[in-house]
């Protein structure tokens, strides 16, 4: 995850201090404390992002976005949790029914993905988690529920010295069931 820099030529053309592309339409809230700009790139009457710095600190906290689909829902959120400007929380409903279904997280604020959780079948349930634990940057455990029958079946740890089961003596492939 970065940091979200309106500025940046990145986000598709020369944005102006305030965010906003050039020829866009916006429509800019103050509420005393905070903004909440509303951008339509495209002229088609419908918000193509939505800013909003809650504290009035400068740095959008929040940024909604359309990423999934066709249409018009602003689908995916960017959160900046610790309002340091950097985006450490993405939230998305990729099939528009008005529930999360896919969350990233940068949990240490170090710019990466530490943590995936996603209902990828849409049944409300997470079907599969990623956990990088110690932050090196790659995931520690994976668990899927591949059978989408709303449990757990299937734990893989990408390294052996992060495996519980390895505790129970018998190494790092060890497993609970086994009898000797």
């Known amino acids: 995850m970065s940091e979200y820099d309106p500025t940046d030529p990145s986000h598709g053309g020369d944005y102006g201090e305030d965010g906003t592309p050039p ?7 103050d509420y005393g404390h905070g903004t909440e700009t509303l951008v339509d790139t495209n002229h088609d009457h419908y918000a193509d ?32 949790t610790n309002h340091d400007g950097v ?8 099939n528009h029914d008005g529930h999360i ?8 604020h170090d710019g990466s993905v530490d943590e995936i959780i996603s209902d990828d079948n849409f049944d409300g349930r997470a079907d599969h988690i990623e956990v990088d634990q110690n932050f090196d940057g790659h995931p520690d455990e994976q668990i899927t529920d591949t059978n989408n029958d709303g449990t757990f079946d299937t734990v893989h740890y990408e390294d052996p010295a992060h495996n519980p089961l390895a505790d129970l003596g018998g190494g790092a492939g060890a497993s609970p069931y086994a009898t000797s």
Request: hydrophobic share 25%; charged share 35%.
């Open 87 to 94: 985006v450490d929380t993405i939230e998305a409903d990729r």
């Open 101 to 108: 279904d896919l969350v990233e997280e940068d949990r240490n």
């Open 23 to 29: 020829g866009s339409d916006t429509i800019t809230a």
């Open 49 to 80: 992002e939505a800013l909003v710095d809650t504290d009035g600190d400068g740095h959008y906290d929040e940024v909604y976005s359309h990423q999934f689909g066709s249409g018009h829902e602003l689908d995916t959120v960017g959160l900046d």
